[in-house]
């Protein structure tokens, strides 16, 4: 087909999913003229399979969006139906902020934002190529032949690129509900020199909401305390009149049909070769797995204000689509469901993620970023978080300005990319609170204390949103140096309260901040018997008290991390040839040599790689005995 000129830009973003959208967002609110090109306009920012935001990890993950600059928080807030915080039973280092999205609203929010965006143009096409001059990228190339140049390019294609929908023994070639593939993209992306591996994901049957007998199921509600994703968004905003979820669970007849239909289950009759994910497996795939359980939890989600359609989390599943209207029925409230939509697996090609700089750039072409499932993970926030990072980036590199590179005491953000390009993966990744080594300095409740400054330093931190910041900083720091200077004395009325909270008397007066150390005890319950502070706003009290609680750990943390900080400052040459260094052990050449770490700290993180081996390479670095590869040497 004979190309045309379509429009120059500094940076293309080809996909319009979670990844995509933050990208272009980012990019283009940085200053540079940007181009979102994408399959599908009607599925901006769509919500495939889950409708919802957040839960543990992931949830830390929107506040971090958001403390960056991001637009994930500010949407969902928009736009959820319900809102709870998870985990308050437990410590601030594992509570997460869980919405509950009217899907359609979202995407249709999201996309209004977009095409609203200056320097940012939005457009329906299907990229089929890149166009690279030696080694580096510098436009795309579209299925109608419009050329379109740029200085950087995001891929955020997901599960469209070469995407096959599996439906017991049907399987076609298909993108995420329904929408066109990506094919000639994914051979492009081979033909190119990047490594591709296939992974696999899935979703479950929708229900009609009408057909649902309530009854029988448990009714969870949302919170009824105002809490949002946003730091910007006002308590007062916080939607009262909120939509239910419910549970309910399988069975051992649930799960007999199931063990009676495996031989035509595509998990294990070999129609699927894609990787599945193993934090969200098929309800077939957990069956096998955890035979000795009785039963599964399963949450019914309505998907919007307006749609009768629930969405049955939990019973994701390729089985054929009798089986599972027989599954759906045996299962208390569904009886009598009418299945709307069929449960199904998506398979998908990804970039494999060794290939990528900390920055998220290619190390096979230069100014070519990736991001999202395309890199091998799974999830909404996973995928915004990654394309959030990409589109800054790409917008730095062509500003001439030093990268953005989160470090894993930095954010969930930063853990998840450095797990992606140093560890890799060899099935969809999930961001876990288990991940993050310092998960007590990166909880939900002090994101904008994180990474505010940053995103104010590349320009997508407005200035309204940053003296928010600073007013909460500052704050929250006198506050804490108030209660240290505030004596409580063992009055009658302070001892009667001790008492009744299980907590030890005073036998002299104590500062206001030991006693807020104790577990039992909380800000608000000491307010009485210390000066009153009443401009403190309920997040910046949250903040004070945990600080003060977690005061001995975070400073424990924090003396990790500073160690850390050492490691990541000493810098490894590019492309070292880690074969020629001699006394490293075999593996440790071979993984060196894959992943061609940045930094000492990264090194260490690499599986396979000992001490002795970082000591070693430690030398050679030192004395300048750096041998480089062979590409390298003119």
């Known amino acids: 087909m004979q190309e045309y000129q379509g429009g120059a830009y500094d940076v293309i973003v080809v996909g319009a999913g979670h990844a995509g959208s933050e990208a272009a967002l980012a990019a283009s609110r940085m200053g540079n003229k940007t181009l979102l090109i994408t399959i599908n306009l009607d599925m901006v920012a769509f919500m495939p399979c889950n409708p919802s935001v957040g ?103 997901g599960t ?48 009609k909401s009408s057909t649902i007998d309530y009854s029988v199921t448990e009714i969870q509600p949302g919170d009824e305390i105002p809490n949002h994703f946003s730091f910007s968004t ?77 969405y049955v989390q939990g019973l994701s599943s390729s089985l054929p689509e009798d089986v599972q209207e027989d599954v759906l029925h045996s299962i208390a409230g569904l009886e009598k469901a009418e299945m709307m939509r069929t449960g199904y697996a998506i398979e998908y090609d990804v970039v494999v ?5 900390p920055t998220l750039e290619t190390k096979v072409i230069e100014n070519l970023y990736t991001a999202g499932q395309t890199n091998g993970t799974s999830g909404y926030e996973e995928a915004a978080g990654q394309g959030l990072i990409a589109g800054i980036n790409a917008a730095l590199k062509i500003q001439g300005k030093e990268p953005l590179v989160l470090k894993r005491s930095d954010g969930y953000i930063g853990v998840m990319i450095d797990d992606l390009v140093t560890k890799g993966t060899n ?45 909460k900083k500052a704050a929250v720091e006198a506050e804490i140096e108030r209660l240290k200077g505030i004596r409580i004395k063992p009055t009658k009325e302070v001892q009667a309260f001790l008492e009744a909270k299980g907590s030890a008397t005073l036998k002299d007066g104590v500062l206001a901040n030991e006693i807020l150390r104790r577990p039992e005890i909380g800000y608000q319950e000491i307010a009485p018997f210390i000066p009153a502070n009443d401009a403190l706003t309920n997040r910046e009290i949250e903040q004070v008290e945990i600080q003060i609680k977690y005061e001995g750990y975070i400073k424990k943390a924090m003396e990790k991390v500073e160690k850390l900080k050492r490691m990541e400052a000493k810098r490894i040459p590019e492309n070292i040839d880690y074969t020629a260094i001699n006394g490293l052990a075999t593996e440790a050449k071979q993984k060196l040599q894959k992943i061609q770490p940045e930094t000492i700290a990264q090194a260490s993180r690499i599986s396979g790689v000992n001490p002795a081996d970082l000591s070693i390479l430690m030398v050679y670095i030192e004395q300048g005995k750096i041998a480089k590869t062979t590409s390298e040497v003119k």
């Open 55 to 157: 839960g543990p990890a992931k949830g830390v993950v929107v506040r971090e969006i958001d403390a960056l600059g991001g637009e994930m928080g500010k949407n969902i807030d928009k736009t959820y139906i319900q809102m709870r915080m998870l985990n308050t039973g437990k410590g601030p280092a594992v509570r997460a902020l869980r919405a509950q999205a009217d899907k359609h609203a979202y995407a249709t929010e999201m996309k209004h934002t977009i095409e609203n965006e200056e320097n940012l143009t939005l457009r329906q096409g299907i990229v089929e190529r890149l166009i690279v001059e030696d080694g580096v990228c510098k436009g795309v190339v579209t299925a109608t032949g419009a050329r379109y140049d740029a200085q950087a390019v995001v891929i955020t294609a």
């Open 353 to 357: 993620p060794h290939q990528l700089r």
């Open 427 to 471: 099935e969809p990744y999930r961001l876990l609170t288990s991940r993050a080594e310092y998960r007590l300095l990166l909880r939900h409740d002090n994101a904008d204390l994180r990474l505010t400054e940053m995103g104010h330093e590349i320009g997508l931190v407005k200035a309204g949103q940053y003296q928010e910041y600073v007013t």
């Open 160 to 207: 469209a690129l070469r995407g096959e929908i599996i439906i017991g023994e049907l399987k076609y070639s298909s993108g995420p509900n329904n929408s066109q593939p990506s094919v000639a993209l994914a051979d492009n992306l081979k033909e190119l020199g990047l490594e591709i591996e296939r992974f696999k994901t899935g979703t479950p049957p929708r229900v």
């Open 234 to 310: 006002p308590d007062s905003a916080y939607k009262q009149e909120q939509i239910p979820c419910w549970l309910t669970y399988t069975n051992p007849g649930t799960h007999q049909i199931i063990q009676a239909n495996l031989h035509r289950a595509p998990m294990f009759t070999g129609i699927v070769e894609g990787v599945g994910a193993r934090y969200c497996p098929s309800i077939e795939d957990k069956i096998v797995r955890f035979a000795d359980k009785e039963r599964h939890q399963l949450f019914l989600e309505p998907e919007g204000l307006n749609t009768e359609e629930v």
